[in-house]
């Protein structure tokens, strides 16, 4: 018996981490219901663009109190993670501290997870307070009412709780040390949780050993909760920030995609030798829709965008159209892209891996033509992402489905589009009138 | 005095059997718009004072397309993109110059993929150029302590990374260049771009062009100057409707460079 919580602890560790990788292939599974999209060149640049925005945090820190206080969080977790390391094969093999081998370097490494600790929790705090005392502007937009708010304070209770458990082990860790107590020989510094010792001061060795041992267990128990919620929250960004940053477009801001399929039909129409009669070959491809209207229509990357948007909103804080009281709202546009691939996943999965047209779509069901035209595609939102997001090419996506396929634009933009291909000015001027300023006073 | 621009067309240019130096892209609104027709003049003026061989295409220069590509008409960009292409090809145009950011950003970025390969420059940088090569100078005159502040048009700043090439013509005018609280990176759009211009905006509190109007005035400048005939028509808008045009005026960096010459 005296495994038994060796076996416990592996099962949670199974499961815990079972559970995650499921998820995480269907997180695959959907982001590749995406078109193909080649992104593979000049690897050195999405590295560099990786190490820096990502791993280097940037753009974070173009707004500079929310990035101080997010590196903190940031670099917290990071490091903290490899006290986690230990805990695991600890858990495995029932040693405590298996690391304190390291002696001195030990003693610095619990020293500094728990200053970190406590700098997170400080962090934490003040990100509540912006959310929920200061009501931060940014976080009170439309999208942001119901569970994106609650799953925003959500995520901040777990880091909180699980800082608290880890200083709380600690601490009863340092006072069973002080007291000499079995299998809990002096190792580590606790520069935080002594503090929070003289609290178990009069208290039995069993009952510290309970507190001890309830604080590691929920504490591991706890982390392997948050892993496993974060494909049900906004929190990805954590994991999804990498690659997202290294799928990043490279090319200007200003350059949109040329559209293939569109080339082929006017070079097609360019040709003196084509023939305009001719009957489409046997076994030719149906032509490609123009533009998105759901997100199977979207390339992969435009949906993993989705998926690692965290509903910061900072672009939608810069955005013209928003600051100016229009409908637009970029973070929305990513929101509503990722609910709606969740909602296409679940109707796969539901329909034994087999989409079933279920009547609905990302355009008008989730996002609505009054948006995607408000949008003066200044690039603004794709500045602030801290991430590499990109919302403009999915607005320019559905204009793309909502004008050549539906021929839906605005009557204003109709009468712009006619005069460009009469006389090839967006105004009703004579094309052989172009040089006539130089002639006049 | 519109005898003393020397405006050369392609066509006259291969005539001869010559090539000019670069090919200025006038645009729609340089062409056409009344008030950007002013800044195409401008242009010109400096153009022929430095003695720079260059030419428009004139009549044979149509649309970029970029305004249909914006509105989600890739057909119609492609067409005139290729039909543009034809033109400058044929002419084996190497270098252009553009005074609008919009043309500047389509044939640079958008037509390599389809054919058309040149060197692209915003007016702002070729006179920056014509200065640092001694072609031009520049003293500041009536705008010597003036102060500027320069609203970064989006196709030019974020799209394409140029924030310095204006700001540093400015700064040669010996005007007091003030910036915005948005400004660079973080500017905030006059409202004209991604087909805007030829729109009506869609509900909301207030214009684009309004808030960005109030953010200049905000710095107390006499001259709000502007790289963009879209964005000057937005500013010379919103200066309009907060009434302050006698005391703000809203110019092209080349409008600004050719009074300052007495051109």
Not at chain 1, 193 to 218: K, N, Y
Not at chain 2, 27 to 43: E, N, P, V, W
């Amino acid at each position: 018996m005296q495994y038994l919580p060796n076996i416990i602890f592996v099962v949670l560790l199974i499961v815990g981490i079972g559970f995650f990788v499921k998820n995480v292939s269907r997180l695959k599974r959907n982001i590749f219901l995406g078109k193909e999209a080649s992104l593979t060149y000049n690897k050195p640049q999405r590295w560099k663009n990786m190490a820096k925005i990502a791993l280097g945090q940037s753009k974070m820190v173009v707004r500079p109190i929310a990035g101080a206080l997010h590196i903190i969080v940031y670099v917290g977790f990071v490091i903290i993670n490899i006290e986690v390391l230990e805990i695991i094969l600890d858990g495995i093999f029932g040693t405590h501290r298996m690391f304190a081998v390291l002696g001195p370097i030990y003693d610095f490494l619990i020293g500094s997870f728990e200053v970190l600790a406590l700098l997170v929790i400080i962090a934490v705090v003040v990100f509540w307070i912006r959310r929920n005392v200061i009501k931060l502007k940014r976080f009170f937009k439309p999208e942001m009412e119901g569970w994106p708010k609650k799953d925003g304070n959500l995520i901040l209770y777990i880091e909180l709780v699980l800082m608290f458990l880890f200083l709380t082990m600690n601490g009863a860790d340092y006072q069973l040390q002080q007291m000499g107590a079995e299998h809990y020989a002096a190792a580590g510094s606790f520069p935080i949780s002594s503090f929070i010792a003289p609290l178990f001061e009069g208290m039995s060795i069993s009952t510290l050993v309970l507190i001890e041992r309830t604080a590691w267990w929920l504490h591991i128990a706890g982390i392997l909760f948050f892993l496993n919620y974060l494909y049900y929250s906004k929190h990805l960004h954590i994991l999804l920030a990498f690659p997202n940053t290294y799928y990043g477009k490279l090319t200007p801001k200003g350059q949109f995609r040329n559209l293939q399929s569109v080339t082929d039909e006017v070079k097609m129409m360019m040709d003196p030798d084509a023939d305009p009669y001719a009957e489409p070959a046997e076994d030719a491809a149906v032509p490609d829709k123009f533009g998105a209207s759901d997100v199977q229509d979207l390339s992969w990357v435009q949906l993993l965008n989705a998926y690692t948007c965290t509903e910061c909103g900072r672009c939608t804080s810069e955005c013209p159209a928003n600051q100016t009281g229009k409908k637009l709202s970029p973070r929305k546009i990513m929101m509503d892209t990722r609910d709606r691939l969740e909602e296409v996943g679940k109707n796969i999965d539901a329909n034994k891996g087999e989409f079933k047209d279920d009547g609905k779509q990302l355009l008008n069901d989730y996002i609505t033509p009054e948006e995607l035209w408000a949008c003066t595609s200044c690039n603004a939102c794709v500045e602030a992402c801290p991430i590499s997001i990109d919302p403009l090419s999915i607005i320019m996506d559905m204009r793309q489905y909502l004008v050549m396929e539906e021929s839906a634009a605005p009557s204003d933009l109709n009468n712009m589009m006619g005069n460009i291909e009469n006389n090839g000015a967006p105004w009703p001027f004579n094309q052989m009138d172009r040089l006539n300023w130089s002639k006049e006073s | 005095m519109a005898s003393e621009l020397k405006v050369p067309t392609m066509a006259e240019f291969f005539a001869s059997g010559t090539v000019p130096e670069v090919l200025f892209w006038v645009g729609c609104a340089g062409s056409f718009d009344d008030r950007a027709k002013k800044i195409t003049k401008a242009f010109v003026k400096i153009l022929n004072k430095a003695n720079v061989s260059f030419a428009v295409l004139g009549t044979e220069e149509s649309c970029t397309g970029d305004p249909a590509k914006r509105a989600g008409n890739e057909f119609l960009f492609q067409m005139q993109a290729v039909t543009n292409i034809e033109v400058l090809n044929a002419y084996e145009i190497k270098k252009i110059v553009t005074a609008c950011p919009h043309c500047f950003n389509t044939i640079k970025n958008e037509y390599p993929g389809l054919g058309g390969n040149y060197e692209v420059v915003h007016h702002t940088q070729f006179l920056k150029d014509l200065l640092n090569d001694g072609r031009i100078s520049m003293e500041g005159g009536n705008f010597k302590g003036k102060r500027i502040t320069f609203h970064d048009p989006c196709y030019l700043g974020r799209a394409n990374g140029v924030y310095e090439a204006p700001r540093d013509l400015i700064r040669k005018l010996d005007a007091e260049l003030i910036e915005m609280k948005s400004c660079k990176q973080r500017g905030l759009c006059c409202g004209a771009g991604g087909a805007q211009m030829f729109k009506e905006p869609e509900k909301g509190d207030k214009d684009v062009n309004i808030e960005r109007t109030e953010q200049a005035l905000e710095t107390k400048p006499e001259i709000i100057a502007a790289g963009c005939p879209f964005c000057n028509t937005m500013m010379t808008d919103g200066v309009k409707n907060k009434e302050k045009e006698d005391s703000v005026q809203v110019m092209d960096i080349a409008e600004m460079i050719a009074t300052a010459e007495d051109l």
